[in-house]
């Protein structure tokens, strides 16, 4: 049963059209169940009906005709429960309606299955038999795990595009992770991941002869390098291994693989996008093979593609040599390096299938105001190139074919927010002070060049967060000592007198750097932060010595220490800066003990806090992680990504924990995460006693604006109300009720 499953899913996904898929669908599970009826009734949410789509069995005239409402008729009440329904006797139960244009009377028995992705009702797989029999256990068991396999196969086709009915070219919408806020509107200029048959974008060619002549040089030259292959391994294989070689040489003939390709390209389609179609043809149809051979025969014309398309691709440049006014940068993972390649008076957007909220890419678009969507899994990349799309960082949204009013919609949202900034812009020099007289220190997270952020000094108390490894992350290899204290250096000499947090070198979780990869299977639970660099202390060492060198003469340096989960981790981190201190000064290098403190981000740290305060001397919460530990949920998994709320209640009674317990024990505490550059999250944050905040540029002056039209009794106020509540979506509504009430509405997030 589980390979007729894998089957059927296999022919679903690989059919080319909406009509194909669930004609496909129907038959073959009828075949599988020995029914006499399969049909399909798919939930349309534009008229809020279930609809015939597809059957084999009823007559054909009802496809697309009959629909109900959720809650009518035996469908309709699947849909409505959400459970399956089986009966022996289908016409005497209450909910039975009769449609006689399926012409349905003649069968008796009835099992119906909705079929759910992600919680969303997508539709009703139903068979019926004219026997009046209940069906069994073993058949309502593979109905619910057909469905259950369908669920993703359909939603993933029905948002991409892949299934779609001619001339039914709707408004899309696909969701991701909020890395960046703010909104945009323009076109998308996808970048094509290396030699990803899944990733080339659709392009019209120029000149199709230049086409066909560069896709025969490129299986030339696939051909020659498996011939030499071949030749290189002829002493040490087997004849019958050999042979293997013999069937690529034969899979690139003319025959078989380059004609096919030309074809396409003749018919309207570039060089790479031709060749991945074919490619990817043929490999849906060996998978779906009996033969166990040919299947096996799927994976080598695979990769003969991607070595096809390598050779194509060396020819195409990856960013196009001419950008749209209003580029929407799309791919399936986007680099720092990429980035920089797009004039930045052009550049209103990314998005990308990989990535995180923390990634470097995230880091650097979030300190240039580019909205930013991140982790969009389900997304077309091949017929995304050159489409409309609307772009919301604010909710992690992205809009493929907008419709007028939708654009209508966004204009103004937009129009909105640009005219916010102008106003807030005028108070940026003034005083974070609160009408009752409360100074709240604001300060900004940095890592970039100071020339982006130097600006800010006269607005900021203080750099609270400089994210020391982006340095790390742009170069090739672990820059030395000499480059380290120079940049370190340029940061600290740039907003002296004021105190710049250096945090050591956080990686592992979601950043990796491409000369020291970290594989893991649980990577945010796994070796990052200090795990890492006290096992290679002498990376740590290095860093150290190269932040000492660069405080000489300055003394703002204040180390911060990330991912402490034991107190033996601090220990060691203080003897190994004191060690650099003694061999700095045995190099006639004098300098003195800079501030250090440690991340609060591990929930294991909210009980060690008093040996911790006997050690260090300041604290610094990273509000992202400790919501992340604290709620089990991995915040850049789009699937899970709407359970991740700083506005949790839980979140928020360990921060007013942990502001009261700083008080205790008198040691500074500040927060580096979000929450701090959310306007209602500061107000909070202030309420609770933390002593200063540090967030991205771009959020300074929406958080400024609060707190000076905010009292700190009021804020204090707001905390005893809100840690009351029960769920964040009770406090989220109770924080826009209040903010709505000092009308400050406009410096919150655009709503739904």
Known sequence: MLEVLRRIIQEVNGARSLDAALSTMVRRIRKAMKTDVCSFYMFDEEVDRLVLMETIGLRSQAVGRVSLPVGEGLVGLVAKREEPLNLEDAQAHSHFRYFASTGEERYSSFLGVPIIHQRRMLGVLVVQQAENRRYGEEDEAFLVTMAAQLGGVLAHSLVTGNLTRPGRQRQVQFKGVAASPGMAIGEAVVIAAPADLNSVPDLIPTDVEYEIARLKEAISRVREEIRAAGARLASRISAQELALFEVYQQMLSEAALSQEVEKRIREGQWAPGALADVVKRHVQYLERVDDDYLRE???????????????????????????????????????????????????????????????????????????????????????????????????????????????????????????????????????????????????????????????????????????????????????????????????????????????????????????????????????????????????????????????????????????????????????????????????????????????????ATLYQLDALARRVDFFSVGSNDLTQYLLAVDRNNPRVADLYDACHPAVLSAMAHLAGEARRLEIPISVCGELAGDPAGALLLMGMGFGSLSMNAPSLPRVRAAIRRVSLKAAQDLVDQTLYLDTPGDVRRHLNRRLGEWELAHLLPPSD
């Open 297 to 603: 025969r799927s994976a080598d014309v695979r990769d003969l593609g991607r070595r096809v398309l390598s050779h194509l691709q060396e020819e195409t440049p990856q960013t196009p040599r001419v950008y749209p006014e209003r580029t929407i940068l799309v791919g399936d993972e986007l680099s720092a390096a990429l980035l920089g390649e797009v004039p930045r008076d052009k550049l209103v957007g990314l998005v990308s299938v990989r990535g995180s909220s923390t990634s470097h890419v995230a880091i650097l678009a979030r300190a240039m105001g580019i909205p930013t969507v991140l982790g969009m899994v389900d997304l077309p990349l091949p017929r995304l190139s050159g489409s409309p799309l609307i772009l919301d960082g604010h909710r992690g949204r992205l809009f493929m074919r907008p419709s007028p009013e939708l654009l209508t919609h966004y204009e103004g949202l937009i129009a909105e927010e640009e005219a916010l900034a102008k106003v807030l812009e005028h108070e940026q020099h003034l005083p974070s002070r609160t009408p009752d007289g409360y100074t709240m220190p604001l300060m900004v997270n940095t890592g970039l060049a100071v020339d982006a952020v130097a600006s800010l000094k006269p607005r900021i108390s203080g750099v609270g967060l400089y994210r020391t490894e982006v340095p790390f992350m742009i170069t090739e290899r672990f820059p030395g000592e000499q480059e380290q204290t120079r940049l370190y250096r340029n940061q600290l000499e740039s907003f002296s007198p004021l105190p710049v947090v250096m945090r050591t070198l956080d990686i592992g979780g979601d950043k990796d750097l491409p000369y020291f990869p970290i594989e893991e299977a649980n990577p945010f639970l796994g070796w990052r932060g200090m795990r890492v660099t006290l096992d290679h202390p002498e990376v740590l060492m290095v860093q150290l010595r190269a932040m000492l060198r660069a405080s000489q003469g300055l003394d703002n340096l204040q180390v911060l220490l990330p991912m402490i989960t034991n107190v033996d981790e601090v220990d060691a981190a203080l003897r190994l800066l004191e060690r650099a201190i003694v061999e700095l000064s045995e190099e006639g290098v004098v300098v003195s003990r800079p501030r250090v403190g440690v991340m609060i981000e591990v929930p």
